[in-house]
């Protein structure tokens, strides 16, 4: 099966600086990776997501890229701030049509943005 | 966007008692929800599949007989832990894909199982 890697396992950044949080996976037929933000006690929110036909997607102050030569995938967040604090998690899954694949998760990564 | 709930959001049972948790796509209709577990501090783990109509998808190690699930329509899907345990104790997190032409899944707000 797929195995999604994640790294850090925790970052910390001064407010107003950028962070970037990285993901490899091993299943080359992947095609869908989303990153989730979850708050403590929360469920996990979509931020952004990428299809493995496009290489870069932005949103405000976040964007992702995807290398699928490389298989790995990575969130920047620009001009942090602390309300960007929580937990992040890359996920991979191998969609058909519109069957839905399961979701593969990274182990997560604790950003904290400081004030 | 799409909002999936959960009822209940916490619950306190006795060992060895079932405890149901239900899982509502409220503005949409959900082809397949999923269901996991998340112990703190760590990362979701899949627990099993759900398609409306047919029998659930189990991941390995997931005792099928324990953790019963019902995906009675394509709004509602339901989790059973029967018999629980201590060790059972965690979050619960449904989500549900909306329909068939997006690849998003959307959480619910998860339910918090303590077993005493």
């Known amino acids: 099966g797929e195995n999604v890697e994640q790294h850090p396992s925790t970052l910390s950044v001064q407010e107003g600086d950028s962070a970037v949080i990285k993901c490899t996976y091993s299943?080359?037929?992947?095609?869908?990776f989303p990153w989730y933000k979850q708050e403590l006690g929360k469920r996990p929110q979509l931020i952004i997501d990428?299809?493995?036909?496009?290489g870069e997607k932005k949103d405000q102050r976040i964007a992702v890229t995807l290398n699928k030569t490389a298989k790995h995938f990575s969130l920047h967040i620009t001009e942090t701030q602390p309300e960007d604090s929580a937990v992040y998690f890359c996920?991979?899954?191998?969609?058909?049509?519109?069957?839905?694949?399961?979701?593969?998760f990274g182990r997560g990564t604790q950003l904290t943005v400081w004030p | 966007g799409a909002v999936v709930s959960q009822h209940p959001s916490r619950v306190i049972c006795k060992s060895g008692t079932s405890v149901k948790i239900e899982c509502r796509s409220l503005?949409?209709?959900?082809?397949?929800m999923f269901w996991y577990r998340q112990f703190p501090k760590q990362s979701l783990m899949l627990m099993a599949t759900?398609?409306?109509?047919?029998?659930?998808?189990?991941e390995q190690g997931v005792e099928k007989d324990k953790f019963l699930i019902n995906h009675a329509s394509l709004t509602l899907s339901t989790l059973t832990v029967t018999s629980a345990h201590p060790e059972d104790s965690s979050f619960y997190i449904c989500?549900?894909?909306?329909?068939?032409?997006?690849?998003?899944?959307?959480f619910g707000p998860g339910t918090r199982l303590t077993v005493t």
């Open positions: 996920a991979a899954s191998k969609n058909r049509g519109s069957t839905l694949g399961r979701l593969y």
């Open positions: 990428i299809r493995s036909n496009v």
């Open positions: 299943d080359s037929a992947s095609n869908y």
């Open positions: 503005d949409f209709q959900a082809t397949t």
């Open positions: 989500s549900a894909q909306r329909g068939t032409e997006r690849y998003e899944q959307y």
């Open positions: 759900s398609n409306e109509g047919s029998k659930a998808t189990y």
